[in-house]
C-alpha cells in the first residue's frame, strides 16, 4: 500500500521542513510514502472563500485516481488516539487497498466536490492548528503508528 499526504502549498518554516523531513525519511523503513504539493492559487484577493475552494477542489481532484481511498483532515472528522490511528492504518494495509491518500484543504476547508469524493474525515485534534504545522503532526503520528504496528518502542503504551 502506498499512503500519499496530499496539500496545498509548500512548508514555510525551516524548522517545520526539518522535522517533516525526519518523519518521511523514518516513514520509508515502513512503506512507500509520497508528499503531494499542490501550488497555492495566485491573485486569491479577487475570489470569494467559496470560489477559491472550488478551485483548490478542482485541483486536488485532479490529483486523484479512481481506485484511492481518500481521508480529509478536517477539524469535524473523527477523532483517533494514536492506537486507534495505527488500528486504522493496518486495518487499510490488511484490505489490500492500493493508495491511501490523505488530504490537507486550503485556508478554508474542502469544495463540496472534494467531500463528496472523500471516504471518511479525520481529526487530528480538537484543537485547530496552522496548515503548516499539520503536515508535521500527522508524518509523526503516521511514523508512529506504523512504529505501534510493528511493536517498536516510539510508542511507549
Do not use: C, W
Request: charged share 25%; glycine share 8%; aromatic share 10%.
Amino acid at each position: 500500500m502506498k499512503i500519499k499526504l496530499l496539500l496545498i502549498g509548500k512548508t514555510d518554516e525551516s524548522y517545520l521542513k526539518q522535522g517533516i523531513e525526519k518523519y518521511v525519511n523514518r516513514l520509508k523503513h515502513y512503506l512507500s510514502f509520497d508528499f503531494i504539493i499542490i501550488t497555492d492559487l495566485k491573485n486569491t484577493k479577487n475570489l470569494s472563500e467559496e470560489q477559491q475552494k472550488k478551485k483548490e477542489g478542482e485541483l486536488i481532484l485532479n490529483r486523484l485516481n479512481s481506485g484511492d481511498f481518500v481521508v480529509l483532515l478536517d477539524e469535524k472528522g473523527k477523532g483517533f488516539s494514536s492506537v486507534d490511528f495505527s488500528r486504522f492504518i493496518e486495518k487499510q494495509m490488511i484490505t489490500g487497498l492500493k493508495n491511501l491518500v490523505f488530504i490537507v484543504g486550503g485556508p478554508y476547508g474542502f469544495s463540496k466536490q472534494v467531500h463528496e469524493k472523500g471516504n471518511i474525515k479525520i481529526s487530528l485534534s480538537k484543537m485547530t492548528f496552522s496548515h503548516q504545522m499539520v503536515r508535521l503532526i500527522f508524518v509523526e503520528q503516521l511514523y508512529r503508528a506504523m512504529s505501534i504496528i510493528k511493536g517498536e518502542p516510539y510508542h511507549h503504551i
